[in-house]
Nanobody, 122 residues
């Protein structure tokens, strides 16, 4: 069983930055692929970024490529999402999720956090 807790959300102006954290429990965390998803009001949840178990592979949605960076520190059981050059359309609840697979291939995720709200204001 893995529990995921997101933090770091908040209110930021256009062009600003935030760093989200996803802290996990469970001794197998370092073997799991981790992904960030987001859901804006009235919209479907969408994939944002993912990282393989070792951090050697990362994946990004086209909408955030070049602005967001996903990373992980397995010693701290934590995955990060650095978000730069934020836009109003980035406003959403951001959730992290874990897959027992070592890499992200678009599969359904096995564990989910509750999410943290990011609001980007113009």
């Amino acid at each position: 069983q893995v529990q995921l807790v997101e933090s770091g959300g908040g209110f930021v102006q256009v062009g600003g930055s935030l760093r989200l954290s996803c802290a996990a429990s469970g001794r197998l965390f370092s073997t799991y692929a981790i992904a960030w998803f987001r859901q804006a009001p009235g919209k479907e949840r969408e994939f944002v970024a993912a990282i393989s178990w070792s951090g050697g592979r990362t994946y990004y949605a086209d909408s955030v490529k070049g602005r967001f960076t996903i990373s992980r520190d397995n010693a701290k059981n934590t995955v990060y999402l650095q978000m730069n050059s934020l836009k109003p359309e980035d406003t959403a609840v951001y959730s992290c999720a874990a897959s027992t697979d070592t890499a992200y291939r678009g599969q359904d995720m096995d564990y989910w956090g509750k999410g943290t709200l990011v609001t980007v204001s113009s």
